[in-house]
């Protein structure tokens, strides 16, 4: 019964190491699933007004990329992979923008090029996505989010080849799409977003030659940054903006905050590991604790055992076999438990929907044999300093004790 | 088979050192049947002790079937005594809770013998204490006398040369002691050298030799053959007192 309390420390400590590394870990999936198709080596531009007078223009100027940019980048910057240049229509919060006969609707209306789906996946759940010759023919298409489907479309509906009206212009439908990844750049759900081609949007809407924003990837072996730094001076350049403006050109960079989570997830995992090794190492000083106590009462014993030919080997053997039993069926209760329990929130989760960020605790392999080693290593830790004490005492000293 | 010369050992109480073998110089043949007596304190205790290679000495020397025990390895001490020596004690020092046959056992376990065969051995043993529908038993549903026959078949059970009995009849009533001693004396019988300790006068008459120990040195050894002389001088000893 003693022994059991005292084991109950381990169980604890290996109990703590298990469900803290399984949140850690379902805290890490639900952020990373929401990211982890995204492109990891994107940068995004867009434009803000200036903060540096410059060649003549005052500060607060404002201003956008231009077409000429599109072309300009894929002729003379070679570390670019792929380069979608976007525009922001009407969004969610602007009041309803779209019309199908009875139902109306507000959705984030972007134009895009077929490369965006490079850089932030994108599936088609019916019909495709834009492609480029939509582009080339500026045709008036649009693919649309679950949601918009949902709103715009009864049940039974198949919205391809039905048309809405977005902005008083109608658009025939050729695709339902679902987002692959959580990375937004407007703040509303994705699945309300509806994309028409870039050329299409730039002409039926009146924007001449105005770019809102880029996505840009780098080509393999090209850090993101590098190009990232070498685009905004260009285009700082090109539209005459101050070279040490360091507001005018919006920029993110996928890259960085990849890097960033990566060290917040690992911090997680590391304060995991103290802390539950903490505890464990807690539950086994507490085993060890326990062990003096038992060779204490049974001094006696392992006098008599050595008296009639135990030698300290032996008698170590015992004592150490003793306090692995103990840790290694304690930590085992605990490992098993642990996991039953984030076997347990895993079902509750799979049930939860969407927008939990946080999915599938679970612990890798490694994490349970590390575990399962680390306690077998305490167990012999916890016994064998009571042992060697027990084999320290002359097996006369040991038989003349009266016990406690 | 066992010869001290000159052996000394004190024990450290604290700052003073106790000084309780003062050159002890003995031999026991194979095959005897020896007592050691002496008041308490006189250091017959830890002269059996030290020929059971229990503790240690600190001069002198100390020859053990022809072989010299000094500094010895705890290791190399538990093998000897495995081999060579059995115990028996006066607090009997069974494991509580284990039962007979596994105590008697026990020995063979540590020379590795397997389960089977030793506790086969150790139902043999018990027979021959009589105590065969008792192998089952464990040690505190047994008798002061029946547990010092498990303790004996014990001692026995891995045939050693020499058996040392501490006080073996201490804790018993003088018809157990007797019956005791006659297992002992049977032993004995068997070409098994037995050392005793004891304080009981007509205990240590039934063995061959008494060796009395007084202050740490030895003052007298009484041969078999004396020992009627001895018995009368021990009563009026006792008259006088």
Redesign the interface.
Known sequence: MRSLMTAFGVFWGIFMLIVMSGAGRALENGVMDGIKAFATNSAFFWTEPTSKPYKGFQRGRRWNYKNDDIQYIRDNVKEVEYLSPKLFGPNANSGDNTIRGKKTGSFNITGDYPDFYKIDPWTPVKGRLINEIDILHKRKVCIIGERVAEVMFEKNENPIGEYLQINGVYFQVVGVVHPETRMNFNGNRKTESIMIPFSTMQQTYNMGDVVHFFAVTSVPGVPVSQLEAKLKDLLKARHKVAPDDVQAVGSFNIEVEWVKYQGLFSGIQILTWIVGIGTLLAGVIGVSNIMLVIIKERT??I????????????VIMHIVAESVFLTVIAGYIGLSLGIGLLELANMALDSGSDEVFFRRPEISFNMAVGAVSVLVVSGIIAGLIPARRA?SI???DA?RDEGI | MISLSNIHKSYAMGNNSLHVLKGINLQIEQGEFVSIMGSSGSGKSTLL?IL?I??NYDEGTYHLNGKLVKNMS??QA??L???LL??V?QSF????FKNAMENVA??LY??GVSRKKRNKIALEYLDKMGLLQWANHLPNEMSGGQKQRVAIA??MI?KPKIIFADEPTGALDSATSFEVMDILREINQDGITLIIVTHEHDIAAMTQKIIRLSDGRISEIIQNGELKNWKSQYRRELEIA
């Open positions: 006696q014993e006098g008599i055992q050595r008296a009639i030919g135990a030698t300290p080997g032996k084999v002359k097996p006369i038989l | 002790n059971g229990l503790d705890e290791k538990a093998k005594r495995n081999e059995g115990f004690f020092n069974l494991i509580s026990l020995p540590y020379q014990r001692s891995s």
